[in-house]
């Protein structure tokens, strides 16, 4: 008789969702389960702190395997993505040569910007055009005969059919980024596009650059809301032009951001391609497999840094992860060093690397939709689906992508998230480490800082009427800070006297040197003091700026007082705390206190007023 297998874990009886939140409730010991552990995002719905079997039963995004309709769970049944490097060179023939190098190193898909027409073939010479992707982007007035000499040199490789590729035609760029309207029709100057590049069907040319958005500072949902809505007026456009939904969907690029949400961008992707699928399911097309996203997926620039830049690294390396197990089409990483500089061959190598980690090393490549059947991520991509839904709608409903970008309620909408995430990371909501955390005191960065001027390949450049996207990314105000103290002609002194209780000492004299780190200014911390005045002394002997008292909630109440008083002026006094005496110790007159409600940026901003010079 064949033994009986034990199976793993059949001796344990099965755990309740309700047995487990009894337990949870015990251990909050009458917190509000709620308030303490269910997380509100900036999407609009709520996150769970845990998800079962029963979360998924009734989803019916659980039922299409990858590569069917609706494609939620990949267009593929393979997740090789392409890796793509951008090429970034003085002339059309250092590009080729540049190109042909990268080539050689694993890059399986390029972008050239092209300034003129006749570069095309100068830029593409000796590659294999029906093994390596190639993406042009262009002025709009040249994307025709950009075109046509792509479609040149393609037919003249024999290539036609193999050939795969975009030319990056965006007439609503403009009035997204500067808020001026394209000044011709559209839907004639894209109807002589694909007529143009008819021959070639792997040649994509309706672009879809929510990536725009993302790097403004778009929230999840509103990037894929708006992108859905921006693909969904090429579909209007052109039909009402008289060009089949097939080839126009056929032709549609979404080039698209990654945030460093983890999961909930590894969603996104999954819920744009189920969306994407049924809207161009309703203009009936001949094949449902027009309704399949080409999706490239590039890391986002909005949280870069200037300060601390190789943290860009880990931030762009779970971005990309992202992407990856979402299974998008094609990555690239935006090199680390791009917010300051021209990117060099070291950070582009590393970029390139860090694709090549993920497939070479991690084997991302080798597994279709890894995330299908997670409790967790499947709630969160029917969420993201349905708040991205009720966006795409009420842009339709108010006349459409167009008509929503040429009156800047798009903008509009996402200046005001930018802003919101401004204020968050000015409080400490949104954290980027080394910026308005944890920063390194002793870096400087304004010697590295070099201005590249404008990438744009055309006289097409028109300046920000102020209705166009915010170009600040999230670190901005804290880099403009930094690099005023940087300089200034001198560095203030924050001097920490630490004294009394040794936990909270410590931990408060850590916080306040975070704190006052994030405006340059040098940090003198000490072990302790056993008197304020032995503590005022040395600071004042430091020719400090700012003192800063640590200590105790409790012993506050007397040594902020009498260190106030030793102090007499001679330097900014700041308490490191919000203390149930704070009321007693303003009517001393202590005007400063910091502590983790505080607003970072005005209180630092306030100090750089005061002594800077």
Not at 311 to 317: G, T, W
Not at 459 to 472: C, M, R, V
Request: with cysteine; charged share 25%; glycine share 6%.
């Amino acid at each position: 008789m064949a033994e009986k297998k034990e199976k793993l874990f059949e001796q344990f009886p099965a755990v309740s969702t309700e047995e487990w939140k009894a337990k949870v409730d015990a251990d909050l010991k009458g917190v509000p389960f709620e308030k303490k552990l269910v997380w509100r995002t900036n999407e609009g719905f709520n996150v769970q702190p845990m998800y079962r079997a029963e979360d998924i039963e009734n989803l019916k995004t659980t039922d299409s395997l990858p590569g069917e309709y609706p494609y939620i769970r990949g267009t593929r049944t393979d997740n090789d993505w392409l890796t793509r490097q951008e090429i970034i060179a003085d002339t059309p023939a250092e590009a080729n040569a540049k190109a042909v190098e990268v080539l050689g190193k694993g890059v399986t898909s390029l972008g050239f910007k092209v300034k003129e027409a006749g570069d095309v073939a100068v830029l593409l010479k000796g590659i294999d055009l029906a093994k390596v992707e190639v993406n042009l982007g262009c002025c709009l007035k040249k994307a025709v005969a950009v075109a046509a000499e792509l479609v040149a040199v393609v037919k003249a490789a024999g290539a036609e059919e193999s050939f795969r590729g975009s030319i990056d035609f965006n007439p609503f760029r403009k009035a997204l980024k500067h808020g001026v309207e394209f000044p011709g029709d559209i839907a004639s100057v894209s109807v002589e596009l694909l007529n143009v590049v008819k021959d070639v069907p792997g040649l994509r040319v309706l672009a879809v650059d929510s990536v725009m958005l993302n790097n403004a500072g778009a929230y999840i949902f509103q990037e894929l809301g708006y992108a859905l809505a921006w693909g969904a007026e090429w579909l209007s456009l052109l039909t009402e032009a008289g060009v089949p939904v097939d080839e126009i969907a056929k032709r549609i690029k979404f080039n698209m951001g990654i945030s460093s949400n983890y999961f909930m961008e590894l969603a996104k992707f999954r819920a744009a391609r189920m969306l994407w699928a049924q809207i161009v399911e309703q203009y009936k097309p001949e094949c449902k497999c027009s309704g399949k996203m080409m999706v490239h997926a590039a890391t986002s620039e909005f949280n870069m840094t200037i300060f601390d830049a190789h943290v860009n690294l880990l931030r762009s390396q779970t971005e990309a992860m992202s992407a990856a197990l979402a299974g998008v089409d094609s990555i690239t990483v935006t090199p680390f060093d791009k917010t300051y500089k021209t990117p060099d061959d070291f950070s582009e190598r590393i970029a390139r690397n860090q694709q090549f980690l993920l497939k070479e090393e991690s084997h991302l490549d080798k597994i279709v939709d890894p995330a299908g059947g997670s409790y967790y991520v499947e709630t969160l991509t029917v969420s993201i689906a349905q708040e991205a839904w009720k966006l795409f709608l009420d842009v339709e409903e108010k006349g459409g992508f167009l008509m929503n970008v040429n009156n800047h309620a798009i903008q509009d909408a996402v200046n005001a998230s930018s802003e919101k995430r401004h204020v968050d990371m000015a409080r400490r909501k949104e954290i980027l480490l080394g910026t308005n955390q944890y920063p390194n005191f002793g870096e400087m960065a304004a010697d590295k800082i070099v201005s590249t001027g404008c990438a744009c390949c055309c006289a097409d450049k028109e300046e920000n009427t102020g209705k166009g996207l915010s170009p600040k990314r999230q670190a901005s105000d804290f880099e403009d800070l930094r690099l005023a103290t940087e300089r200034a002609s001198n560095r203030p002194k924050v001097f920490m006297l630490t004294i009394g209780n040794l936990a909270m000492r410590l931990a408060r004299s850590q916080f306040s040197a975070n704190f006052f780190g994030c405006a340059g200014y040098e940090i003198v911390d000490n072990l302790g003091f056993n008197t304020v005045q032995e503590g005022i002394d040395a600071a004042v002997a430091q020719n400090a700026d700012i003192v800063v008292l640590c200590s105790s909630d409790d012993e506050y109440a007397t040594l902020a007082p009498e260190a106030f008083k030793a102090l007499a002026g001679r330097a900014e006094f700041v308490v490191a705390g919000a203390p149930a005496c704070t009321e007693e110790l303003q009517a001393c007159g202590i005007t400063n206190f910091i502590h983790v409600r505080s607003n970072v940026l005005e209180t630092l901003q306030a100090f750089n007023a005061k002594l800077l010079k």
